[in-house]
């Protein structure tokens, strides 16, 4: 594995001992930042089942500018840590272990929002629009906010998930990477049924 392009580009990255993470190819990463970039002018991600720290890194080296990475094994952490100093990028990262519910609680409590988010849980878990409707009531994305879901093919999660829509899909054999967007509630305006209009506001 390596950082594909950006500031890091053609750093190796190293994989997490034994078989527990199962990393992003590099065809795939390739891919997916084709479609949501390829390039960012600032911004934040959140790596949430970080694994390598792969996509995250990416990220940064493509232009985000700060990445908050997640994950419950210590080997994943040790790992991350690597690779973000190997990208040279690790003053722009934050590196937490926790679960992901404890997480993005306490990110919740740190009032903190993200533009991009990765969600790449294990397959065994298929619950990848619960957590990006928690994020939402958390208050945890910013407007027009992008989830990157990378799932196993042979699930099909809702094109249309409250507050989200699906703007993108690709499958790589095993592997789909389902792109949504946030489309944040805007605040209603109207006071007492009656319309506001410019000129009596002034």
Same mark, same amino acid.
């Given at each position: 594995?390596?950082?594909?392009?950006?500031t890091a580009k053609g750093r190796p990255l190293k994989s997490?001992?034994?078989?527990?993470?199962?990393?992003?190819?590099?065809?795939?990463?390739?891919?997916?930042?084709?479609?949501?970039?390829?390039?960012f002018e600032g911004g934040t991600a959140l790596d949430l089942?970080?694994?390598?720290?792969?996509?995250?890194?990416?990220?940064?080296?493509?232009?985000?500018?700060?990445? /908050?990475?997640?994950?419950?094994?210590?080997?994943?952490?040790?790992?991350?840590?690597?690779?973000?100093?190997?990208?040279?990028?690790? =003053?722009? =990262?934050?590196?937490?272990?926790?679960?992901?519910?404890? =997480?993005?609680?306490?990110?919740?409590?740190?009032?903190? =929002?993200?533009?991009?988010?990765?969600?790449?849980?294990?397959?065994?878990?298929?619950?990848?629009?619960?957590?990006?409707?928690?994020?939402?009531?958390?208050?945890?994305?910013?407007?027009?906010?992008?989830?990157?879901?990378?799932?196993?093919?042979?699930?099909?999660?809702?094109?249309?998930?409250?507050?989200?829509?699906?703007?993108?899909?690709?499958?790589?054999?095993?592997?789909?990477?389902?792109?949504?967007?946030?489309?944040?509630?805007?605040?209603? /305006?109207?006071?007492?049924?009656?319309? /506001?209009n410019d000129e009596s506001a002034n």
């Open positions: 594995m390596r950082v594909i392009s950006g997490v001992p034994g078989n527990g993470t199962r990393p992003t190819t590099d065809k795939v990463k390739e891919a997916l930042f084709s479609m949501i970039g390829p390039y089942y970080a694994g390598t720290g792969g996509l995250g890194i990416e990220a940064l080296s493509r232009g985000m500018e700060a990445a /908050v990475f997640v994950d419950m094994e210590q080997k994943a952490l040790d790992t991350v840590r690597a690779n973000l100093k190997a990208a040279k990028v690790e =003053a722009q =990262a934050e590196v937490y272990r926790n679960d992901a519910g404890r =997480a993005l609680a306490a990110l919740e409590k740190r009032g903190r =929002a993200f533009d991009l988010v990765f969600l790449d849980p294990p397959y065994r878990l298929k619950h990848g629009d619960e957590l990006m409707m928690t994020m939402a009531a958390k208050n945890l994305l910013k407007p027009d906010a992008v989830i990157v879901l990378e799932h196993e093919s042979g699930y099909e999660y809702p094109e249309n998930i409250p507050g989200f829509s699906r703007t993108r899909q690709s499958v790589y054999g095993e592997t789909t990477i389902s792109i949504y967007q946030y489309e944040a509630a805007l605040p209603e /305006v109207a006071v007492s049924g009656e319309e /506001v």
